[in-house]
């Protein structure tokens, strides 16, 4: 088998005139975290359920563990674990209920589904829930039981649809604790999310908007690649009118604000001092320009306003 | 051996059946409170009904037909009126539903041995009571006229039969008493089935598309029969204990006569659930919200128990409808369980209810199961 475990060329997928994914490409090697990168909407989901078969494909084609995802889907089902979106294990089953419903679904039976189960309910620190109705379940847990229904069959890829969405900091980080294990055992994450500051742990990071892939390859990759320059920051609480202002600063191809900074990217070539000197003949209140560490979301800033322009 | 998957499926289906508390408390009322509301309210076989009698002989033998009247039960004497003028009054004002006329002759005649003549007059404006006392007026008029032939039998005398005082058809072969439970019950059996098996599977489905499990489920290995049969056969259990819920009501609280096999009973039940589960498989595969597939059961439901003969009989119904009927499952099983329960008869005798019945099974699960993609679009 080829070490692709995921390998799609152009695919699409159209509802009537609406296209959700456009000429998607990308591969993903086996054992290595894949970051599918993009705001709610741009086609992530929408391409993880045609990987998995749940929905046809339009066009283009697909392999998944080297079956084909338009005919294959049974053979691929069984091999990949998948946690959708939102949460959507049995709200009137118990947590140990719905493991072992899922469990026998996958094909485990007896001493080998219990044990799975106690595994799993370990691993995701379920301990003194297990007889607990799903519906009454904090949101946190809720996801870590779907996290532990999608491991159950001992998948070789697991695709996580939006795992951190609406979860506290603390379960993110336990999130991408997890991710970072399976990966480390062999086995291959695909993960979804909106948040640019997490996926810098992925090997490998696709930005998609609208549709689109915008562009993919490693952290580190996409930062050299489409940040050619200096990431700096000032701090200020007038970040809209910052951003304003120095987007009309030669040099400066991109201002925005990001949490309580003003972030921009100063083209090679140009005197930092310039943006500085600016901003104080503005009399706006604002810190001084300081150097910044380029980050994903600086990436995919750009990149947008990029496509934007064009 | 039942493969795993399948058996998880029907686990959990029990769960949450058992967890569902009210869901599973009304399913087993249903049959109780249904047959209880039907059996006692919607009584067909009216007694009691308020006579007036108008007696011209005045004799020792119209007393005596007045007499069977009231001794029957169905009828309670309220008027004696002076004419018939003033029957027609009271009936008009609906004061009372029946009007006895005993002609000035009928003493005459019933000693001479020749027809005595009894007029009854009745309310047609409500065609239950009318034909509730046309049947019973015949009955208790054919039951005195063979008393009084038992006059003229002499021993040693040859035998030469009279007319009977009066002669009048009475309908109900296989319901002498014209006991409406008995009509009823094994008819509303059919229509608890067709309403709960139809609404749970198809809510069952719709439920699990809703709350975003049965993309879950598609992600898994299950195959589109397993899940199918998994999520039927749990419903299959639950129609069966409503129907003997239903059945115990009806032979001890009713004293509905079962006459015949039971056994027969409950497998052709089996047959008659298949075709209500895959209707309600057909509307989960059509209806995208639970509210959407109560609509769609009711829609069905409504010609099923106005059509298929459980409320009026089809022989009434133009050409066109009755034709309709011969899609709903329950036109069949009524005559089947009717059969068994009243008539007594076999799987030879019912077979040609049993065969459409059967093919419209297989129809109806053929179309679920190809509807029943394991798609989402």
């Known amino acids: ?310 | 051996m039942i493969p795993h998957r399948l058996l998880a499926i029907i686990r959990k289906e029990f769960v949450q059946m058992r967890r569902d508390r009210l869901t599973l408390a009304m399913m087993l009322l249903l049959p109780f409170v249904q047959l209880v509301v039907f059996g006692l309210a919607i009584n067909t076989d009216v007694k009691h009904v308020p006579m007036a009698v108008l007696d011209y002989s005045q004799s020792s033998e119209s007393r005596r037909l007045i007499q069977s009247f009231t001794n029957s039960d169905y009828f309670d004497v309220v008027a004696w009126p002076r004419d018939t003028r003033e029957i027609s009054d009271l009936i008009d004002s609906g004061s009372l539903k029946v009007g006895l006329v005993i002609d000035p002759d009928y003493a005459r005649d019933v000693r001479a041995g020749r027809v005595a003549r009894a007029q009854v007059l009745v309310d047609a404006s409500d065609p239950i009571t009318a034909s509730s006392t046309l049947s019973n007026s015949a009955g208790i008029a054919n039951i005195l006229g063979v008393q009084l032939l038992g006059r003229y039998l002499r021993p040693g005398t040859p035998f030469t039969p009279p007319e009977m005082p009066v002669q009048i058809d009475v309908r109900g072969w296989f319901n002498p008493d014209l006991l409406t439970a008995n009509y009823i019950v094994p008819g509303l059996i059919g229509v608890i089935l067709s309403m709960t098996m139809m609404m749970i599977t198809a809510m069952a489905i719709v439920k699990e598309r809703e709350t975003g499990t049965l993309e879950q489920l598609i992600t898994t290995p299950i195959k589109t029969w397993e899940l199918m049969i998994g999520k039927i056969v749990p419903y299959v259990l639950m129609g069966y204990t409503q129907m003997t819920i239903a059945l115990l009501v009806g032979i001890y609280g009713f004293h509905v006569p079962v006459r015949g096999s039971l056994l027969l009973m409950y497998a052709l039940t089996l047959v008659y659930i298949g075709c209500y589960l895959g209707l309600g498989l057909v509307i989960s595969t059509v209806a995208r919200t639970q509210q959407q597939a109560m609509q769609m059961a009711f829609f069905l439901f409504l010609p099923t128990i106005l059509l298929s003969g459980f409320m009026f009989p089809r022989a009434g119904m133009p050409e066109w409808v009755q034709i309709l009927t011969l899609v709903i499952p329950l036109t069949y099983y009524l005559e089947i369980m009717r059969g068994i329960v009243l008539k007594g008869v076999g799987l030879v005798a019912l077979w040609r209810w049993v065969a459409p019945m059967m093919a419209l099974m297989v129809a109806i699960l053929g179309i679920a199961m190809l509807r029943f993609k394991k798609r989402l679009d």
């Open chain 1, 1 to 310: 088998m080829s070490d692709l475990v995921v390998d799609v060329r152009d695919l699409t997928r159209r509802f009537g005139s609406f296209v959700a994914v456009d000429r998607v490409s990308f591969q993903i090697p086996r054992g290595t975290i894949f970051g599918f990168l993009g705001p709610n909407g741009a086609g992530k989901s929408t391409t993880i359920r045609m990987l998995l078969g749940i929905l046809p494909v339009s066009e283009g084609e697909g392999r998944v563990l080297g079956f084909d995802i338009r005919t294959s889907s049974e053979e691929i089902r069984a091999r990949v674990g998948y946690m959708s979106q939102r949460f959507s294990l049995y709200e009137d089953l118990t947590v140990l209920e719905n493991l072992h419903f899922f469990g026998g679904v996958f094909g485990l039976s007896g001493a080998r589904l219990d044990q799975k189960v106690r595994d799993l309910v370990e691993m995701t620190r379920l301990e003194g829930f297990e007889q607990q109705l799903a519906q009454g379940l904090p949101g946190g847990i809720r996801q870590r039981l779907a996290l532990a229904a999608s491991l159950l069959h001992d998948p070789e890829i697991v695709f996580l649809d939006e795992p951190t969405g609406a979860v506290d900091p603390a379960l993110r980080r336990y999130f991408w604790e997890r991710i970072a294990e399976l990966s480390a055992s062999g086995r291959t994450v695909m993960v979804t999310s909106h948040y640019m500051d997490e996926v810098e742990r992925c090997h490998d990071i696709c930005f998609i908007h609208h549709g689109r892939i915008l562009a993919q390859g490693s952290p580190g990759l996409l930062k050299s690649r489409h940040l050619p320059g200096e990431m700096w920051q000032v701090r200020t609480p007038v970040r809209a009118e910052v951003a304003a202002h120095l987007s009309r600063v030669p040099g400066v191809s991109g201002a925005f604000p990001s949490g309580e900074m003003v972030r921009y990217l100063l083209d090679p070539g140009f005197d930092p001092a310039a943006p500085a000197a600016a901003l104080s003949a503005s009399g706006l209140t604002c810190s001084a320009p300081e150097p910044a560490e380029p980050t994903l979301e600086d990436v995919f800033v750009a990149l947008s306003r990029k496509r934007g322009a064009s």
